[in-house]
């Protein structure tokens, strides 16, 4: 299941912001993948200014299951760019989006491997009654 990890300097973003920016990333996510709402996961982390670097810049990144096509992740990039420049009022030069692939076989939830991209139905049947899925993890 998608978990979108989004850095950022501490106090940069007020927690309207983020659930916004929450929000927004949820939809973006399940309007271009068709995956259920409950797979998709935010996580902000709030880093000291001098934290952490890598040219300077802040970078939120997300994990999805591998096998989305191309056409897909260049949307999901193009969105979440335009989203986040949108809501931190970064410059081009401040904001990295990165989208990470990990194989729906290469994590396992509710005792059993994530279901491939396209294939969550039989999965959340079997998984409707267990309260400790609520929400799956990955995405």
């Not at 001098?50 to 802040?58: V, Y």
């Not at 990165?98 to 994590?107: E, K, R």
Request: aromatic share 8%; proline share 6%; glycine share 6%.
């Amino acid at each position: 299941m998608p978990f979108y990890t989004c850095f950022a300097v501490e106090g940069s973003l007020s927690a309207t912001q983020k659930a916004f920016v929450a929000e927004e990333i949820t939809r973006i996510h399940t309007t271009l993948t068709g995956a259920p709402r409950s797979f998709v996961r935010v996580l902000f982390q709030d880093m000291q200014p001098l934290a952490i670097f890598s040219g300077g810049k802040n970078q939120p990144f997300a994990m999805i299951r591998s096998g989305r096509p191309a056409e897909t992740k260049t949307e999901l990039l193009k969105q979440l760019w335009a989203l986040l420049q949108d809501v931190t009022t970064l410059t081009h030069d401040q904001l990295l989006v990165s989208v990470q692939d990990n194989p729906a076989g290469n994590a396992m939830e509710g005792g059993e491997l994530l279901p491939e991209p396209h294939q969550e139905a039989e999965w959340l049947a079997r998984h409707r009654d267990n309260q400790d899925l609520h929400q799956p993890v990955f995405g």
